[in-house]
């Protein structure tokens, strides 16, 4: 297993050298979305208006972090179970999405779209939220204010670290 320091914006290039199991340790720009955002996301698709951010090139952090204390860029930042949005990622990942982020398995579909797609699934370390959020230096709400920690929002990560869950080649962690 390796390890790779990355920008997020390489990273879709690199997605076909990554393995299941190398650490990424990665820094840029990702965008977070949990449930009620992707059911907005979605519901915007199907009416054919405009998304909140541009989906091509873009990784989403499935996150939902607490309010931000004084001091800091952000709350409590730690993944959600992918699982509640493997019906939209597919399609998401047809639109040029490079990666999730996220925790857990995924089902068949998605590790199918991801290999399709050349993408990655990137794990982070679920119940660790207070320590993934010193790896987060920005964070600025884009969409859906109303759905509170569920918004979507813009962060930068610095050296955050991640684990490959399911590689460009559908190999997946969880079959280990």
């Known amino acids: ?85 493997d019906k939209y990622t597919p399609a998401l990942l047809s639109m040029g999405l490079v990666a999730t982020i996220g925790k857990g398995e995924r089902n068949e579909e998605v590790r199918r779209a991801i290999k399709n797609n050349s993408s990655v699934y990137l794990c982070a370390i679920g119940g660790a939220g207070a320590i993934a959020c010193k790896h987060i230096i920005k964070s600025q709400v884009v969409a859906y204010e109303d759905l509170g920690c569920e918004s979507v929002k813009k962060l930068t990560f610095d050296k955050f670290p991640l684990i ?10 969880f079959d280990r």
């Open 1 to 85: 297993m390796n390890e790779y320091f990355i920008n997020t914006e390489k990273l879709q290039k690199l997605c076909p050298r990554l393995n299941v199991g190398d650490r990424v340790i990665l820094s840029g720009e990702v965008f977070t979305a949990r449930d009620a955002a992707h059911k907005r996301i979605f519901e915007s698709i199907e009416k054919g208006e405009g998304l909140p951010f541009s989906i091509d090139g873009s990784i989403i952090y499935y996150a939902g972090p607490t309010p931000t204390p004084e001091g800091l860029a952000i709350g409590s930042c730690g993944p959600t179970t992918s699982a509640r949005m």
């Open 164 to 173: 490959v869950g399911i590689d460009s080649n559908g190999n997946s962690i």
